[in-house]
Structure formats: structure tokens, C-alpha cells
């Protein structure tokens, strides 16, 4: 008989800790691009009751023609375990990488997550400057204005662009559009 | 092999090199082309429903007692919507369904055409996988690869939809693949267990003192070699075995080791022994709410093994200790070779002390009801109607209800295959078509639909089917005039208030099966039974036979809801002493 078992224990297989903590992971789905995937996807989610908090998804091996989903979800380990499976069981579906476990199992914070904003800024004087100086602190770049207003493109971390939006706020902001997550892992392997 | 061929052609062409004998269908506009060529050719048979739930119905029927997919073709608009209760079910019990729809032509799509609806969109959620066809040359791949979908891995539900205009285009069709395992891009389901999961599994099966084998659906759905393996594992171990409603046959009822089925309606030895355990053995089942009763008081000091081919069915309700995945079929066959290679052997002792604790529980008789002389207890007609047909080829199917758990419990089921119920979906309307559908693929066997009289009401027009094609299917009836189940949880839950639960212009069942062309029979007195079985199963016609029971009976032992296994409602502490009372006219009135 092999020499690993432990029948005594509760737990004797890979089996994570149980915890009931909220978690928020990043999910790596790469599909066939084929009409409906995208529906799948997310039928799936509102269907079973799970959160999404961000949605990326472009073609990206267009000879393949498979695109790659970043789905950013919230949910109890054993929530995120499910969503994996779940995923994981449609039959377009050819991988499902959970990049946040990914990242702990190579002793990371996190994995490489990216979103990119633009942002307008409406406003004249001394507010109008202060938006530019500011942009400039975040390394945002102006891509449209006029004597009234800016529109930055600002790329990060979620938080950063939470903040700089947040910091706009004041200063004139009219409006946001946001990309969602797009998110890789460390490291020089791929999926 | 290819040729050119329209659509419509290639549909045909497919199916037969698919294997298949026998579709259900309904025509319609968008299915017309097809239609015009099952009516040129031979040794494809089309059974023509009278509702298409009724043909999903019966497809699922023919795959659970042949374990070969079900096929259906039905219309667009509303042939595909009243498919969705069929689809969902077959979904739910992992029943393997091909359902080819029709669809307004592709330039009409979108602009709300007549008969238009957006079947890819609906059956979405309720398919393992589905495809809308555009092009003609996608045809034939998309037809083989849903056979493929359907019937391996976790089996399941697809749906082809096929435009009209895609129907009458020529194309080129192309043969099967003779691997289509190997050539799916993204679909490939393990079906070889890990070899040291296993290990771990044997290992933890010999050390256990009070093991047990908690079977489902899966082990059906692996195919009889599973079963024969299952077995087998049994007489090895000598371990209690329980099964889930969806998986009664894989091991024989009069099995030494056979506890009966466990869960909400179960025994009260299967509950107690889940409950006991220390050592669970979970074989292709998936801890569904109406097994597990209250979550946090389930099998508390057992260790969970649980063998499964779906990843996603682990850890989903209960968190388990030793996941397996794969066919269970697959992984028997590897836990038996390594128990034998390895001379594993049971702990006897603890067996014995186990096995001594297993025969007071039973000793309960937590099936046993109070028999009445005047009045037909439902019990007492399953068991009738066991001992007579017991001896035959038969097929039992079922409704939705008190009768369905009555016949889980009363009728004593030897092979896998013999028992066609909706078991996850709960679908009253299952009954009578899933019998059709096992009578098709057996003719000669005796197939009987055990049903409430308000389950057999909402696909009742299929008798029309079955005395068309000369399918001498039996229904047999608990008419008790009620909705049982929902009026037993309304005496259990809301205080006795009888809501929209008793039905007061029931059918004359005789005369209605009469009007069908069938034959109609029944039943008042509990000695008439025997001879008026004993007439049904002569009769080489579709039968009703109104069982008239006693109307106030209930099921029982029961897990109420919210409470654990070792906290049934066992049958002599349950007051229906009410029931022989209550059923005369006057009580009728008070209720």
C-alpha cells in the first residue's frame, strides 16, 4: 500500500483549507471564438448566483480563433472552486486558469492585473490645471482637448485608476469608460 | 465517406450512421424538408407525439432503458419552447438527448418571423451543449459531434438548430469520425481515475468500521458493465449499500447487502447508516438536497470518497475527502483490481458489530404501513402489482409524487435500466411518455407508468401515441383524488390548509382510456386487486387502470425538511390513523 495515506485524518487529499472568507480571484478562460460563447459565460454566472466584478474579452490567436475571457469574481473558496469547475464543463471551453491561486502557488501577491480608462474632465482655470497636473502625476495621457475639457487615458491596477477617478471627481469629471481587467501571470510560462 | 446531399438529407444520413433506430417528433413548418425525407426511406422510425414534451419525454425514456441516446426533431417557436421541460430534465438526470429543431430560414432570423424564437437562447442554460447551423457543410460535423456531447462524459441534453433554408441547401456530408474523442478541440472528459486516489480509497475502505456504498444515476449512466462491478465491489467488502432514487437497479433489491434508498423518502436503515457512518463511498451521485436533509448534521463523523466524472458535481454541496473523477465504470474496475491485487480485506469484526446495528434499525420497518380491508392502500398496490410482474421483463416509469416515492420503496428493482423517473426536475407529464419510449425499444417487455391522477393529466394525450403505433403500455393509477405530495406538505407545513391540492372533476379514467382506443379498468376493493392485474397484464392493448386508494394515505418515513438523517418521521408515529377514516364522502366535504 502506498506509503502517503492517512486514513486517521479528516482531510487526506489535495484538499484546500476550508474557509468561509470572501475572496476575490482572477480567472483566465480561453475559449473557441464561436457565436454565444460570451452568453455561456455569463449565463453561467447570473444562472448559480455568482458575482461578476469585471468581464475582459478579445480574441487573441485569431488563427486559433480562440479568445481569452478575464473574469474578476468574489465568492467563498468553495465558491471559486465551483465557478472553475463550472466553467470548465462548457464544452467551448478549452482552459480555465484561476491566476489569483496561481499566483499564491508561486509565493506572488497577485498576478499581473491591467485595466485601461479614459476619463473626461470638463472645466477652465485654475480646476483645469490642476487636472493636467494630476494626470500628469498619474502618468495619464491627454488624448483629446479643448479650451473646456481633457480626456486622459490612464492604464493600471484597479485601484489606481479607483483613485484617480476618485481624485477627478472635484476637479470636473463627466465621464469614464473602463476596459475590465486583463490580467497575466508571472513569469516566463504561458498557459 | 462524403457526398453531396441537402441538408435535409444529411439530418437523415446522419442519424442513421449514428446508430439510430427510432426519433420522436412533431412536424412543423421549419422541419418540413425533414419530414419529406423520413417519408422516403426505410429503417429510420418516426413516433409522432402529440405534444412535443411528450416526445422529450419518451426520448428520455428509450435512453434510460436502452442507455442509448434519445432522439427527437421537433419545429421551431413553440415545438422548441414546449421541449425546454424535457431538455431540463434530461439536464438534470443526465439522460443523453439529441433534439433536432427547426428554424426559420437564417435571412429571417432576428426579425421576429412566424414561429421565430431564439432556441439557442432559451436552451442555453437547459442543454450540456447546443448549436444553431448556418451553413450546410457545418451540418454533418455538428451532428456527429452532438452525438458525441450527448453520450459521453457526464451524458446530457443537445440541441441542434437547423435554419430551413440550411435544410434544403446541398452540401457535402461527412461520415463520423471514427475517434471522437481524440479530434474535440476543447471537450475531452476523464473518464481514468487517479491511480492513487483509488489506492487512498481501497486503503480507507479496509480500514473502515461502518462503511457504506451511497450510489446514484452515475452508476446507471456508466453502462451494466458498472453495475456488474458495483456488485461485485459489494460481495468483496461486504459493506450496506443505499442508492439514490435516480440509481435503484444498479444493485439488486434482493441483494444481502441492500439497505433501500436513502434520502427524504428513504428507510429509515439507509438514513440512520448514512448518518453512522465513518467511511462514505460515494459513487456517481452528487449529495443532492433531497439526499442530504440538513447539511450541517449529515454524516458527521464520516470520511467522504467521492467517485464522479463530472469535476463540477465536487465539493458543490458537501465537502468531500477523496475526490475521484472519472467513470465510475472506469474507476470500479480499478478499485476491484487493486483491492484484489493488494488482498485487502474488510475489517470483519467491525463489519459484524456494524452489520448487528444496521438489523436493529431495520428492525423499525420503517415501510410498513397499516393494511385495510376495505380500502386499497397505495403500498399495498405496488406490492401487488411487484409480485405479479416481478417474474417479467418490466419497465417501470413514473410520475411526480407520493406514488413515485411509493414505487421507489415498494417496487423491488434487480437490473439497472428498469426505472424511468424524473428525479432532479420532478416532472409531472414524465411518466407516460418515458413508458412509451421503453416500450418502443422492448417491445415484447411489459412497460407500466405508475401514476397520480394529477400527474397523469398533464401528458395524458399521449395515449393517442401509444394506440397508434400498438404500444401496450400500462398506466397504472393511485388515484387518490389529490395532489398527494402537495397536500402532505400542506398538512405537514401549513396547518392542514388544503390549498388547490384535491382535484374535484377528475376524468372517468375508463372512459377516457376508451376514448383514446385503449382499455380502461377499475379498482375499488383491496380483493379485487390481484384479478384485475392479473386482466391488465393480458391485455395486449394501452391500459388505464384507475387504482382507486385510500385518499388520504401518506408517505412516509420522511426526513422533513430542514431536519437530519437521524431525525425521520417514521410511519407509527406519523397520525394518519385519520386515513381509513377519512375518506367517505362526508370527510370529503370538510376538507
Redesign the interface.
Known amino acids: 500500500m502506498n506509503a502517503q495515506s492517512n486514513p486517521g485524518a479528516p482531510s487526506i487529499y489535495f484538499m484546500a483549507e476550508v474557509s468561509d472568507k470572501i475572496e476575490t480571484h482572477t480567472l483566465s478562460v480561453i475559449v473557441d471564438n464561436e457565436p454565444g460563447v460570451l452568453a455561456r459565460v455569463i449565463g453561467l454566472f447570473s444562472g448559480r448566483g455568482y458575482n461578476i466584478d469585471s468581464l475582459t474579452v478579445s480574441e487573441t490567436e485569431h488563427e486559433k480563433h480562440l479568445s481569452r475571457i478575464t473574469i474578476v469574481t468574489t465568492g467563498t473558496p468553495m465558491v471559486i472552486e465551483q465557478i472553475r469547475h463550472q466553467l470548465d464543463r462548457l464544452v467551448p471551453v478549452h482552459r480555465v486558469t484561476d491566476l489569483t491561486v496561481e499566483a499564491q502557488l508561486a509565493s506572488q501577491d497577485k498576478p499581473l492585473e491591467r485595466e485601461l480608462a479614459m476619463v473626461k474632465v470638463t472645466g477652465t482655470g485654475e480646476k483645469r490645471l490642476e487636472a493636467l497636473r494630476l494626470g500628469d502625476a498619474f502618468r495619464a495621457t491627454v488624448i483629446d482637448a479643448t479650451t473646456e475639457h481633457f480626456v486622459f487615458e490612464i492604464t493600471g491596477r484597479t485601484s489606481k485608476i479607483e483613485q484617480f477617478i476618485a481624485i477627478m471627481k472635484p476637479l470636473g469629471l463627466a465621464e469614464v469608460s473602463r476596459t475590465g481587467v486583463a490580467a497575466l501571470q508571472r513569469g516566463p510560462e504561458g498557459l | 465517406m462524403t457526398r453531396e446531399m441537402t441538408g435535409a438529407e444529411m439530418v437523415i444520413q446522419a442519424l442513421k450512421d449514428q446508430g439510430v433506430e427510432t426519433i420522436f417528433g412533431y412536424p412543423g413548418g421549419a422541419v418540413l424538408p425533414i419530414y419529406d425525407e423520413i417519408i422516403q426511406q426505410d429503417g429510420l422510425e418516426h413516433i409522432l407525439v402529440r405534444h412535443e414534451q411528450g416526445a422529450g419525454h419518451a426520448a428520455e425514456g428509450y435512453a434510460r432503458s436502452t442507455g442509448k441516446p434519445g432522439v427527437v426533431l421537433v419545429t421551431s417557436g413553440p415545438g422548441a419552447t414546449n421541449m425546454v421541460t424535457a431538455l431540463t430534465d434530461a439536464m438534470m438526470d443526465s439522460i443523453p438527448l439529441v433534439c433536432i429543431t427547426g428554424q426559420t430560414a437564417t435571412h429571417l432570423i432576428g426579425t421576429d418571423a412566424f414561429q421565430e424564437c431564439d432556441t439557442?437562447?432559451i436552451t442555453?442554460?437547459c442543454t450540456?451543449?447546443n448549436w444553431?447551423v448556418r451553413d450546410v457543410d457545418d451540418l454533418a460535423r455538428v451532428l456527429h459531434e452532438a452525438f458525441y456531447?450527448a453520450t459521453s462524459g457526464r451524458p446530457g441534453p443537445v440541441v441542434v438548430d437547423i435554419p430551413k433554408d440550411v435544410q434544403f441547401a446541398t452540401g457535402t456530408y461527412q461520415a463520423p469520425t471514427t475517434n471522437p474523442a481524440a479530434s474535440h478541440?476543447?471537450?475531452r472528459p476523464q473518464l481514468k481515475g487517479d491511480a492513487?486516489?483509488i489506492?487512498?480509497a481501497a486503503?480507507?475502505m479496509s480500514?473502515a468500521k461502518k462503511p457504506i456504498f451511497y450510489t446514484g444515476g452515475g452508476v446507471i449512466n456508466s453502462g451494466p458493465q458498472a453495475c456488474q462491478l458495483l456488485r461485485e465491489l459489494v460481495q468483496l467488502t461486504g459493506f450496506p449499500i443505499t442508492s439514490t432514487l435516480m440509481g435503484l437497479g444498479s444493485y439488486p433489491a434482493s441483494g444481502d447487502h441492500w439497505l433501500g434508498m436513502l434520502g427524504m423518502h428513504g428507510t429509515y436503515e439507509a438514513n440512520m447508516t448514512m448518518h453512522d457512518c465513518d467511511v462514505m463511498i460515494c459513487v456517481g451521485a452528487r449529495f443532492d438536497d433531497r439526499i442530504t436533509g440538513r447539511l450541517d448534521a449529515f454524516a458527521p463523523n464520516a470520511?467522504k470518497i467521492h467517485i464522479d466524472i463530472?469535476?463540477?458535481s465536487?465539493?458543490?454541496v458537501v465537502?468531500v475527502?477523496?475526490?475521484i473523477i472519472g467513470d465510475v465504470g472506469h474507476v470500479l474496475e480499478d478499485l476491484v483490481r487493486i483491492w484484489r491485487a493488494?488482498s485487502l480485506t474488510a475489517d470483519k469484526t467491525a463489519l459484524k458489530e456494524w452489520w448487528s446495528q444496521i438489523d436493529k434499525w431495520r428492525a423499525r420497518k420503517s415501510l410498513s404501513y397499516r393494511p385495510s380491508e376495505d380500502l386499497i392502500m397505495p403500498q399495498y398496490a405496488l406490492q401487488r402489482l411487484y409480485e405479479k410482474t416481478k417474474d417479467r421483463k418490466t419497465f417501470i416509469s413514473t410520475e411526480v409524487g407520493q406514488h413515485q416515492m411509493w414505487a421507489a420503496q415498494f417496487y423491488g428493482f434487480e437490473e439497472p435500466n428498469r426505472w424511468l423517473t424524473s428525479g432532479g426536475l420532478g416532472t409531472m407529464g414524465y411518466g407516460l411518455p418515458a413508458a412509451i419510449g421503453a416500450q418502443v425499444a422492448h417491445r415484447d417487455a411489459l412497460c407500466i407508468d405508475v401514476a397520480g391522477d394529477a400527474s397523469i393529466l398533464m401528458n395524458i394525450q399521449e395515449m393517442s401515441t401509444a394506440v397508434q403505433f400498438g404500444l401496450p403500455v400500462k398506466v397504472f393509477i393511485l388515484n387518490n383524488q389529490y395532489m398527494g405530495m402537495v397536500r402532505q406538505w400542506q398538512q405537514l407545513l401549513h396547518g392542514n390548509r388544503l390549498s388547490h391540492s384535491y382535484t374535484d372533476s377528475l376524468p372517468d379514467f375508463v372512459k377516457l382510456a376508451e376514448a383514446y382506443g385503449g382499455v380502461g379498468m377499475r379498482v375499488h376493493k383491496p380483493h379485487e386487486l390481484d384479478d384485475a392485474i392479473d386482466e391488465m397484464l393480458a391485455v395486449d392493448k394501452p391500459v388505464i387502470f384507475d387504482c382507486r386508494v385510500a385518499n388520504l394515505a401518506n408517505c412516509f418515513p420522511m426526513i422533513p425538511s430542514g431536519k437530519a438523517h437521524n431525525e425521520m418521521l417514521l410511519p407509527d408515529e406519523a397520525t394518519d390513523e385519520a386515513v381509513a377514516n377519512a375518506i367517505d364522502d362526508a370527510g370529503k366535504m370538510l376538507v
Do not use: M
Request: hydrophobic content about 25%; glycine content about 4%.
Open positions: 439557442v437562447g442555453r442554460p450540456k451543449h444553431l456531447v478541440k476543447s471537450y492513487q486516489a489506492r487512498i486503503d480507507l480500514k470520511t463530472d469535476p463540477s465536487i465539493n458543490k465537502k475527502d477523496l475526490p493488494s
